[in-house]
């Protein structure tokens, strides 16, 4: 549950996350050479908080995937979510990480990337209080 001691590893460029409980107090230290990160079936909820915080501390990310969180909205974690559910959370996403070029288990495609850019910053879902 603690990413401690990853500091050390600034030269890293693969992590591996899957399975560790890991919630939205996740913080990673910056890691510049880090291009693919798989939190997988771990606690994360919020999505735009995550997103922010990878934009800051791994510029050079490109293949990330979180299936298996509640952020992630696919019929993995939720029966009432929908490819469209799923696709508004791909747009999402590419607004905020725009370099990436695989997300979860699919290739990041023009169309998506363009639509992204348009769309992107209005596919945040928004939970009731």
Do not use: W
């Not at 890991?22 to 606690?43: A, S, V």
């Not at 999505?47 to 990310?61: I, T, Y």
């Not at 996403?93 to 769309?119: G, I, M, Q, S, Y």
């Amino acid at each position: 549950r603690s990413l401690e001691g990853l500091k050390t590893f600034s030269y890293l460029e693969e992590l591996i996350l899957d399975n560790n409980l890991l919630g939205n107090d996740l913080l990673l230290p910056r890691l510049p050479h880090l291009h693919t990160l798989t939190l997988n079936k771990n606690q994360i909820t919020e999505l735009e908080s995550l997103l922010d915080h990878l934009a800051e501390v791994v510029p050079s990310l490109r293949y990330l995937s979180l299936l298996g969180n509640m952020a992630c909205p696919n019929e993995l974690v939720c029966k009432e979510k929908d490819e469209d559910d799923y696709q508004r959370y791909r747009y999402f996403v590419l607004h905020k990480l725009t370099n990436l070029k695989f997300l979860d288990t699919r290739k990041v495609t023009r169309r998506e990337r363009e639509e992204a850019l348009v769309r992107g910053a209005f596919m945040k879902v928004v939970k009731p209080k």
